[in-house]
């Protein structure tokens, strides 16, 4: 009787378990056919053709512009300015006395020698012709030729402190704006003002780090303003000559480069930017939307055909050069003639199924990089 009991109780059991598996399995077997009723999941996005260009990379240094003329004018004696003939910041031609110190004194002195000059003259002259005829000695015509000889230098040395206390203007060009008044005590080599010569051509002095590339004599580079302007402007310059060694304390050297036509554009001691080009290289240039960016690197999603003919995402690692505006440059992973996502981009996933926007399936219009040809 009671092994009866068991074996009702079990098939009890069996049979309630059957029907709950049973009525389990119609669950998930209707689920599993609503799901089924819904969509792939899938993105539309912009989309761009590749296409390979040639790229000028460069690299940018400052650079300070510098007159092919300019000297700071010193006056050489000490003294009271006696006259000003030039106006600050204005023009001066070569030769034009610009500062004259008071040479009062000088110019008494200078009288006197020339006085004495004259009588050590005549002295000399009357004592040749009495030793001529053997009424004098030779000592008194060697006396006199030193008195004339003494006083010709005594002329020559006034007139040349008189000189030094003239300043006058070695090439032509404009002055700085320093003042000066008459009756102003000036005292031994002072730093009166700077005059910047009337050449048009202009040198621009930079320096490049010894990791750099050297630039060899006669290369060209290119110079641009320092400007808020979105088109500042760019002038070709020829490198003309570098220093010697390299700089101890930087581990830089120095070069020249110099602008011809340029003295209008630029002004001594400006500022400039030095654009410096690399080896060219081939390049494929995206728009910045196509990067997505990640902690382990860049990349872009190409888009490639499944067996249905179906767009998947696929993620391809680049390797990223300078960007410029809206775009980017790709130096490695991508080649021409692949189609990659652009807006959008962002909310792929590798595998994901893919739609392109008809309106961007053919090449998008890009705008120009620098460097690119």
């Known amino acids: 009787m009671s092994l009866r009991r068991w074996i009702v109780a079990v098939s009890i059991v069996v049979v309630s378990i059957g029907c709950l598996a049973f009525i389990k399995f119609q669950q998930v077997q209707a689920a599993i056919a609503f799901g089924e009723s819904f969509p792939e999941p899938s993105a ?112 020559a ?27 102003q005590f000036l005292s031994a ?9 009337d050449n048009n051509d202009m040198w621009v002095d930079f320096k490049l780090p010894q990791t750099m590339s050297k630039l060899s004599l006669d290369s060209q580079v290119t110079i641009k303003k320092i400007s808020q302007s979105d088109t500042p402007q760019v002038m070709p310059a020829t490198i003309i000559g570098k220093h010697s060694q390299m700089d101890v304390a930087s581990r830089h050297l120095q070069y020249r480069a110099q602008i ?11 500022l400039v930017k030095v654009v410096i080009p690399k080896a060219a290289e081939k390049v494929v240039i995206v728009p910045n939307s196509a990067i997505v960016r990640s902690p382990f690197g860049s990349f872009v999603f190409e888009l490639v055909k499944d067996e249905q003919g179906q767009f998947r995402a696929k993620k391809r690692n680049v390797e990223l050069g300078p960007r410029d505006g809206d775009n980017h440059v790709v130096r490695q992973g991508l080649e021409q003639g692949m189609l990659i996502a652009t807006i959008g981009a962002f909310k792929l996933r590798p595998e994901l199924l893919v739609f392109a926007d008809k309106a961007n399936d053919s090449d998008t219009m890009l705008s120009p990089v620098a460097g690119v040809k």
């Not at 300015?81 to 110190?101: D, K």
């Not at 003239?166 to 000066?180: I, N």
């Not at 080599?189 to 010569?197: A, F, H, M, Q």
């Not at 011809?260 to 400006?270: D, G, I, T, V, Y």
């Open 44 to 155: 539309t996005v912009e989309t761009l053709w590749t296409q390979s260009s040639n790229y000028q990379p460069t690299y940018q240094v400052t650079g300070q512009v510098r007159a092919i003329q300019v000297v700071t004018l010193h006056n050489q004696l000490p003294g009271t300015i006696e006259q000003v003939n030039y106006s600050a910041g204005r023009h001066v031609v070569q030769g034009q006395l610009l500062i004259a110190l008071n040479t009062s004194e000088e110019r008494a002195q200078l009288q006197a020698a020339k006085a004495s000059f004259e009588l050590a003259k005549t002295t000399l002259e009357r004592n040749k012709k009495l030793f001529s005829g053997n009424q004098v000695s030779q000592q008194l015509v060697d006396s006199a030729l030193a008195d004339y000889q003494i006083s010709r230098a005594n002329i």
């Open 157 to 183: 040395n006034f007139e040349s402190v008189i000189s030094k206390k003239q300043v006058l203007a070695p090439f032509s060009g404009t002055m700085g704006l320093e003042t000066y008044e008459v009756g």
């Open 189 to 197: 080599n002072v730093s009166l003002t700077t005059l910047v010569g």
């Open 260 to 270: 011809n036509a340029s003295r209008e554009l630029l002004f001594h001691n400006e």
